[in-house]
Nanobody
Framework: QVQLVESGGGLVQAGGSLRLSCAAS????????MAWFRQAPGKEREFVAL????????YVADSVKGRFTISRDNAKNTVYLQMNSLKAEDTAVYYC?????????????????WGQGTQVTVSS
C-alpha cells in the first residue's frame, strides 16, 4: 500500500518561497510517476507539476512555469516542489499524487494514490 505524506506548507508573503515535500512509503517508489496538484477554495483541483519515475522528465503548468520546480530523490522516497516568487493566486491546498501504473500526465483521475494535502497561503 502506497502512503503519501506532504509537508512544508505554510503562510508566506507574496514574492517569497516555500519547498513542499512528499514522503512516500510502500513498494518501489522509484517506479512511480509523481505529480503535484492544488485546489483553492471553491475551485476544481488543478494540475501543477509532474515528474517521471527517473526524474529525467518534468512538466509544469503554464501558470507556474518559471517559478515552480519539481524534483525527486528516489533514495529518500521523496518528491519536492520548490515554489518561488509566490503569488496570492497560488494559495491552495497542495496534494501529491502517485501513478503506480504507466500513466504520466495531467489528469488527476488517473493517479492512484494521494496524500492528505498541505495548505499554502500567500499573503499579498
Amino acid at each position: 500500500q502506497v502512503q503519501l505524506v506532504e509537508s512544508g506548507g505554510g503562510l508566506v508573503q507574496a514574492g517569497g518561497s516555500l519547498r513542499l515535500s512528499c514522503a512516500a512509503s510502500g513498494p518501489i517508489f522509484s517506479n512511480y510517476a509523481m505529480a503535484w496538484f492544488r485546489q483553492a477554495p471553491g475551485k476544481e483541483r488543478e494540475f501543477v507539476a509532474l515528474i517521471s519515475w527517473s526524474g529525467a522528465s518534468t512538466y509544469v503548468a503554464d501558470s507556474v512555469k518559471g517559478r515552480f520546480t519539481i524534483s525527486r530523490d528516489n533514495a529518500k522516497n521523496t518528491v519536492y516542489l520548490q515554489m518561488n516568487s509566490l503569488k496570492a493566486e497560488d494559495t491552495a491546498v497542495y496534494y501529491c499524487a502517485a501513478s503506480v501504473g504507466s500513466y504520466i500526465g495531467t489528469d488527476a483521475d488517473l493517479y492512484d494514490h494521494w496524500g492528505q494535502g498541505t495548505q499554502v497561503t500567500v499573503s499579498s
